[in-house]
């Protein structure tokens, strides 16, 4: 499978506990994007990678979330302390920079705080 | 920034008919307005694309066509089947400054009835 994969798939956490997502990219995309999507919206934008360096977050990326993207190829994305209001699917994006806009999503990563 | 405003959010039609879902979007300088389909518990997988010097595309039963200077767009299934029963999400991006992410829409439920 060449696509954008995304483990663990489902992940159910309590409150107060950290969780972190990975992203392995379509490995000659050199951009990866990190996606929230709650129950019946679309997904909003939360930061993206060029390379590996971090080159934009959005303000709901709160202080308890990290995202990382150490070689360039895979990321991570962590939440410590998970409220409630966290739970959502986590969807990773990638695509070559010399094509314009053109997102390939992953499966995606939900995520339930109970 | 960009904002993407979606209609309708839910659409039921038999199998057979068209359906057209339509969306507007307020930055000027976007370019890029993608069609994602989103099935149950899956990612959304791009369908479909168009780029601001273009005012029609078209792809088997999928045409999308483009009105900059009202600021709108829309998709058009024709030949609706079940199979295209699914969350589908309109977006727009790619303008200078936005490292090409992408603002969504808020989805709209498409129900292909036999």
């Known amino acids: 499978d060449t696509g954008v994969s995304q483990n663990p798939r489902h992940k159910i956490t309590k409150r107060g506990q950290n969780v972190t997502f990975r992203c392995d990219p379509i490995s000659e995309h050199n951009r990866l994007y990190w996606y929230r999507q709650t129950l019946g919206q679309g997904p909003e934008f939360l930061t993206y990678f060029q390379n590996e360096a971090q080159l934009e977050k959005s303000r709901l990326l709160s202080d308890r979330f990290s995202a990382e993207r150490p070689k360039g190829s895979f990321s991570t994305l962590e939440i410590q302390r998970t409220e409630q209001g966290d739970s959502a699917m986590y969807l990773c994006?990638?695509?070559?920079?010399?094509?314009?806009?053109?997102?390939?999503f992953g499966e995606g990563s939900r995520l339930t705080v109970l | 920034g960009e904002n993407v405003e979606q209609h309708p959010s839910t659409l039921s039609v038999q199998e057979g008919d068209s359906a057209v879902i339509k969306c507007t979007y307020s930055?000027?300088?976007?370019?890029?307005f993608p069609w994602y389909k989103q099935e149950l518990g899956k990612g959304p997988q791009l369908i479909i694309d168009i780029r601001s010097n273009v005012g029609e595309k078209k792809d088997q039963r999928i045409a999308v066509t483009l009105n900059k200077t009202a600021k709108h767009f829309s998709l058009h299934i024709t030949e609706t089947q079940p199979e295209d029963s699914a969350v589908y999400f309109c977006?727009?991006?790619?303008?200078?400054?936005?490292?090409?992410?992408?603002?969504f829409g808020t989805g709209t439920r498409l129900q292909v009835t036999l």
């Open positions: 977006a727009g991006g790619g303008g200078a400054g936005t490292a090409s992410k992408l603002t």
């Open positions: 930055d000027s300088a976007s370019n890029y």
């Open positions: 994006a990638s695509r070559w920079d010399r094509i314009p806009g053109e997102l390939f």
